[in-house]
């Protein structure tokens, strides 16, 4: 049950929408896709309600968990049969272009029911895209796949975005994947939005700056752990072998390393800490379960 969701995309973004199972995610996308009617309020995609806009619908591609494609047809034959469905126009050639696109050119004549589980999905997100739709709806692309067919799906979803010019729209749990592929994200618990905002806005905001330095040489680790001890602003100072962790309170990272590079420390490594997805999205959970709005 959806619970007074209000959130937009912008043209162009990969928009991560993310939530545990039965959080409410696959619902939105088929409330948007104008499968399932709300209750209230309006749901619009491109400013139009798909429910009721065959033409817009038009202008809409969506890969749900089944890729709906068919194993008895080749990788080519399941793309041409939707080519006409679709009414594409060149479908030889665009058939061609995407099976290239997706990386399955010398695969195109081998029967889909015999590919691998990344393949399937390839294909699935040519299928998608067939009709150059403006904006795709992709729900857990990922999901059931090895890391390398994970990598592979997540370049394909880059693509998209940046020589495709598509607007994507990714229905997912993999918080790592959401966090390579997406500009912005909204976090679903029981049917209400808790966090919306760019992934580079959360994962540096809420704390101070966490920071660290690699040593070259862990001689130096208690002459350096001195020195940092010595300047204002840093805290939680720690101390393993030869990397330094701290929090810089005031003091920005370059004044700690040109402190460090005057008393003839070595430096090997200079880091910022950000936050992962991973830690904002269990803070949300948390925040959300104990009664936090």
């Known amino acids: 049950m959806l619970d007074g969701l209000t959130f937009s995309v912008d043209e162009g973004e990969v928009f991560g929408y993310l939530g545990p199972n039965g959080s409410g995610k696959t619902t939105t996308m088929r409330v948007l896709l104008g499968l399932l009617s709300p209750t209230s309020g309006t749901a619009t995609v491109l400013d139009a309600d798909l429910s009721k806009d065959d033409e817009m619908r038009k202008r809409v591609g969506v890969l749900m968990e089944n890729n709906g494609l068919y194993d008895r047809l080749t990788a080519r034959e399941n793309l041409e049969y939707y080519a006409r469905l679709y009414d594409v126009s060149r479908p030889v050639d665009r058939v061609a272009e995407l099976l290239d696109f997706v990386g399955l050119t010398d695969r195109g004549s081998d029967m889909f029911g015999n590919f691998s589980t990344g393949m399937k999905r390839k294909l699935g997100i040519a299928r998608a895209i067939l009709h150059e739709p403006e904006i795709v709806f992709l729900d857990e692309p990922t999901s059931g796949l090895d890391p ?53 806005h959360l994962t540096s905001a809420g704390r101070k700056t966490g920071f660290s330095i690699t040593l070259a040489d862990p001689a130096q680790a208690g002459e350096a752990e001195g020195i940092l001890s010595s300047l204002g602003g840093i805290g939680e100072l720690t101390r393993n072998d030869n990397v330094l962790g701290m929090v810089l309170a005031t003091t920005p990272a370059h004044e700690v390393i040109a402190a460090l590079v005057k008393n003839g420390i070595l430096l090997e490594e200079a880091r910022i800490q950000k936050r992962s997805l991973e830690e904002i999205y269990l803070d949300v959970m948390r925040q959300a379960e104990g009664g936090v709005t």
């Open 148 to 200: 390398e067919a994970q990598h592979m799906v997540r370049e394909l979803i880059l693509r998209l975005s940046h020589e495709g010019s598509m607007t994507v729209f990714l229905n997912s749990h993999n918080l790592d994947e959401v966090q390579r592929v997406c500009s912005r994200v909204a976090i679903l618990h029981q049917g209400r939005i808790r966090a919306l905002d760019s992934i580079q």
